[in-house]
């Protein structure tokens, strides 16, 4: 019988940008300062990179943790190394330091005799770590994104609207066009500024964008705060938000039903009054509800 103190349990979305700052705050406030013993690879496929080597960062001191979209930074002199978690993956202070953890995909020793330790629910293993050199170019993973979601000006937002024809629901996820917004975030931004899911970007008017961008700004900071008053990373269904996982509910700005069209990988919730003037998406996948 397991529990879940066995280890990592599958779990939900990747987590967005809110929740993987807040995360690096917590891991910045408990580990800033200590000193790298040694970074191992528990599986083969954990560490993305070569060069630089990841034995540079021994014997230097954690500079702290930062973000970039959804990714973390953990900050040394003269090398960053660079966490992917994906889906199920997280960074957690590692008390057991057993031979082999249960998804055990990377640890990190310290001088103290702490540890961390990147794990990741499932066998998929797609999380992992990527070497940067502090003073050369930033990992190719980080060089994909675009601006950060939380930070992007109205300028840089128009430039990448207008950059390649999409629907903007895909565009906010894309993380080439803004880095850092999920399906939970990409819902909630579209309800706040009154837009369809399935706009295309080049069809958003001046005064769309700036309603998107007013939406980016306060979806990202209020969710941060959100994240910020807890201790771990809560599973997705905890959080606040309108429609995200609403389907059926009563949409809280106009009353009218909150629907959804879902596909294999997740599920696009919108307020057809709020956003579609009224129009209901074409739905020819899974929906259980309002046929
Ligand atoms: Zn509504």
Not at 38 to 59: C, M, N, Q, Y
Not at 85 to 108: F, I, N, T, V, Y
Request: hydrophobic share 35%.
């Amino acid at each position: 019988m397991c529990s879940a103190r066995c280890g990592p349990t599958p779990s939900g979305p990747v987590p967005e940008l809110p929740e993987v700052r807040a995360h690096a705050e917590r891991l910045g406030v408990g580990f800033t300062g200590a000193v790298l013993a040694g970074f191992r690879p528990i599986s083969f496929t954990a560490l993305k990179t070569f060069d630089p080597p990841a034995d540079a960062a021994v014997g230097q001191a954690l500079q702290g943790f930062s973000t970039r979209g959804k990714l973390l930074r953990m900050q040394f002199e003269t090398v960053n190394f660079v966490i992917h978690l994906m889906q199920g993956g997280r960074l957690r202070p590692d008390e057991k330091q057993s031979a082999k953890p249960r998804g055990g995909l990377a640890r990190w020793t310290f001088d103290d005799g702490r540890a961390l330790l990147l794990t990741e629910a499932g066998t998929e293993h797609r999380a992992g770590v990527w070497v940067e050199a502090t003073d050369g170019p930033e990992a190719e993973i980080v060089a994909a994104l675009g601006p950060d979601a939380d930070t992007v000006t109205i300028e840089q937002l128009t430039e990448a609207l207008g950059a390649k024809s999409m629907r903007v629901h895909g565009f906010l996820r894309s993380q080439s066009g803004i880095a850092g917004l999920g399906r939970r975030c990409a819902n909630e931004v579209l309800h706040r500024a009154k837009l369809g899911p399935f706009t295309t970007t080049g069809k958003l008017t001046s005064d769309d964008i700036a309603a998107l961008h007013r939406a980016i700004g306060e979806v990202t900071d209020e969710s941060l705060a959100f994240e910020r008053g807890n201790d771990e990373m809560v599973a997705s269904k905890d959080r606040p938000g309108e429609v995200h996982n609403r389907t059926g509910e009563d949409c809280p700005v106009c009353g009218d039903v909150i629907r959804e069209v879902a596909y294999n990988r997740y599920t696009v919730n919108y307020c057809a009054t709020c956003q579609t003037d009224g129009k209901v998406l074409a739905d020819n996948t899974t929906s259980k509800f309002l046929k």
